[in-house]
């Protein structure tokens, strides 16, 4: 999506978001102006392949997520997704807070979200990237950790 069609409360929100990460000192996280697609930022992880997170602001529905999507073929889908399912309560503790679970005709979807709406206000920007930096981080270091171990 081009500079010019991503509303501009979107772009100021996501330069804000690379700022803050180019900041931190050790962050698994970054920022690649061509993964900005309006409202989410898609970062493609060291996870198997097909498996990448997607970082999502949506102002319509007043929410902010954090999202593991596994795109893939189904058979691998049904077993990387029950893997992680085996572990969902451990993954879950390790996460702070309940997950969504979800299997889709293209793609699993494990998503942490709360409520957080960008167009409002930006008083609340501080507290909205700081949620979705640190939670982030936890996903690539809880999935990564549960991924990496991950054997066909």
């Known amino acids: 999506m ?11 929100f ?11 000192e050790e962050t698994p996280l970054y920022f690649d102006s061509e993964e900005v697609h309006g409202n989410f930022l898609s970062q493609k992880r060291n996870l ?7 970082f999502s602001s949506d102002t319509n529905r007043g ?6 999507h596994i795109w893939s073929s189904r058979d691998d889908r049904d077993e990387i ?5 085996e572990h969902r309560n451990v993954i879950e ?6 997950l969504s679970w ?13 409520e957080g709406d960008i167009s409002t206000t930006r008083e609340e920007w501080d507290e909205y990237l700081t949620w979705l930096i640190e939670q982030g981080e936890r996903f690539d270091e809880v999935f990564g950790a549960y991924l990496s171990e991950f054997k066909k």
């Open 93 to 98: 503790a390790e996460i702070g807070e309940p």
């Open 63 to 68: 929410y902010l997520q954090v999202k593991l």
């Open 102 to 114: 979800s299997r889709n005709e293209d793609y699993d979807a494990i998503v942490l979200q709360r």
């Open 81 to 85: 997704f029950g893997h992680l399912r």
């Open 14 to 24: 996501w330069r804000e978001f690379e700022k803050r990460v180019s900041q931190r």
């Open 2 to 12: 081009s500079d010019s069609d991503t509303p501009k409360v979107y772009r100021d």
């Open 48 to 54: 198997p392949d097909g498996s990448n997170y997607t």
